[in-house]
Nanobody, 123 residues
Framework: VQLQASGGGLVQAGGSLRLSCVDS????????VAWFRQTSGKEREFLAG????????IYADSVKGRFTISRDNTENTAYLQMNSLKPEDTAVYYC?????????????????WGQGTLVTVSS
């Protein structure tokens, strides 16, 4: 497994979690990184992406202003800070490393995926 996501759990609505994604195989290199989520029966949803320098962050409208993506290339780790969580944020969250340095929203632009970490937000 190239990417290891962690930090999920059970949180009450309005709470916060920080997800981490450790790149053990150095797949990050000069590539963009993103977070997605998926619930049963639905397609994988793009949440946030960041380029290889840690800039040009883009967000889905559903999480803009509540979630923040960041990365520490010295630690080969990416993060997703999630604030003001809502029950509809409940999902399995995935990190992914892109084929290129540019941020993209399509899952097809991402080569390596973490195993997923479950986030459950109770009302």
């Amino acid at each position: 497994v190239q990417l290891q996501a962690s930090g999920g759990g059970l949180v009450q609505a309005g709470g916060s979690l920080r997800l981490s994604c450790v790149d053990s195989k150095r797949t990050f290199n000069n590539n963009a990184v993103a977070w997605f989520r998926q619930t049963s029966g639905k397609e994988r949803e793009f949440l946030a992406g960041i380029n290889w320098r840690g800039g040009d962050a883009i967000y889905a409208d559903s999480v803009k202003g509540r979630f923040t993506i960041s990365r520490d290339n010295t630690e080969n780790t990416a993060y997703l800070q999630m604030n003001s969580l809502k029950p509809e944020d409940t999902a399995v969250y995935y990190c992914a490393s892109a084929y290129s340095s540019a941020t993209a929203k399509s899952p097809n632009r991402y080569r390596y995926w973490g195993q997923g970490t479950l986030v459950t937000v109770s009302s």
